[in-house]
């Protein structure tokens, strides 16, 4: 069994496997009281008037405590996450990575600018933690790359993808979850694939290009080229001196 765990854990893709790792660790580490909760939240007068720029991050590591809501957002995480980074992104982890960056950076600018506007400020003040919403994000995405495939849920009833964040999201409203942590990571996910899908095929530019200092780092990475069947190569010539 644990080898199975560690070859699982092994064969996830680089991206997924940091992110998954740093969140089950921070929240261990929280649950053990090694952390505080306290020093981790997204809290905007202390970003800007204390400096604490680390909550821009580790807000989004943080999936509260280690019960059942917290294993089911670990499995979402990492089917999802792992999903768009091997067959979305395949061979693009630059792009993934800035798939998230982009998601971050609206999330995180959605709860400061909701902040600031009367009658909804109380409301984005409670949003303390955008994890969720990050992973929200990624199913969003991972629904409008997939649309057509068939899903079940809990055996109730069968849907496709295209209708999973729906289904998740009512879901919630079911259960009394709070839904605005859905509903931000559908937006985001919507901004993104707007931008990044819909409107270059409307206008011909492609506003969210992955900077060149993100792709460097991952500049040894393998490319794949999906070539036409009946492509055909010349042998390579050899070297004279």
Known sequence: MAQAVEDWYKQMPIITRSYLTAAVVT?????????????????????????????????????????????????FLARYCKLLEENSFRGKTADFLYMLLFGATVLTGIVFIGGMIPYLSATFANILFLSNSL???MVYIWSKHNPFIHMSFLGLFTFTAAYLPWVLLGFSIL?????????????????????????PRMTGRHPLKTPSFIKALFADETVVVAQPGNARFAPPRDHQD
């Not at 505080?36 to 800007?48: A, D, E, G, Q």
């Not at 509903?183 to 409107?199: N, P, Q, R, S």
């Open 27 to 75: 929240t261990i580490g929280c649950t053990l009281e090694i952390i505080s909760p306290h020093k981790l939240y997204l809290n905007p007068i202390r970003i800007v008037q204390k400096y604490e720029i680390w909550r821009l991050v580790t807000n989004f590591l943080y999936f509260r405590n280690m019960d059942l809501d917290f294993l089911f957002h670990m499995f």
């Open 135 to 137: 992973t929200f994000m």
């Open 175 to 199: 259960v009394g979850s709070s839904t605005w942590g859905d509903l931000l990571g559908m937006i985001a996910g919507h901004a993104y694939y707007f931008l990044e899908d819909v409107y």
